[in-house]
């Protein structure tokens, strides 16, 4: 059994950064897929970033030069950089981490 825990959310203005961050506890595979995906409201849940394994990182188009994942594999945590972030970024922001959901964090990109 895999718990996930994100934080990092919160309020920002357009052009700022922000960066989420997903620990993962339990009984961990050595090879897994971790994953940021989104929803806004009246959307339905979308990919971000994903990551698995030694494999290079897969972005959404609309996220490629603005968002970074990346992983610290002996703490079990992926994290979501978020840069030049706009309002369309709004959204809750799920951990996907060894086929666990997170609780979802809240970003809100408004000035």
């Known amino acids: 059994q895999v718990q996930v825990v994100e934080s990092g959310g919160g309020l920002v203005q357009p052009g700022g950064s922000l960066r989420l961050s997903c620990a993962a506890s339990?009984?961990?595979?050595?090879?897994?897929?971790m994953g940021w995906y989104r929803q806004a409201p009246g959307k339905e849940r979308e990919l971000v970033a994903v990551?698995?394994?030694?494999?290079?990182?897969n972005y959404a188009d609309f996220v490629k030069g603005r968002f970074t994942i990346t992983t610290n594999n002996a703490k079990n945590t992926v994290y979501l950089q978020m840069n030049n972030l706009k309002p369309e970024d709004t959204a809750v922001y799920y951990c996907?981490?060894?086929?666990?959901w997170g609780q979802g964090t809240q970003v809100t990109v408004s000035s």
């Open positions: 996907l981490h060894s086929g666990t």
């Open positions: 339990g009984t961990i595979s050595s090879i897994r897929a």
């Open positions: 990551i698995f394994g030694g494999l290079s990182p």
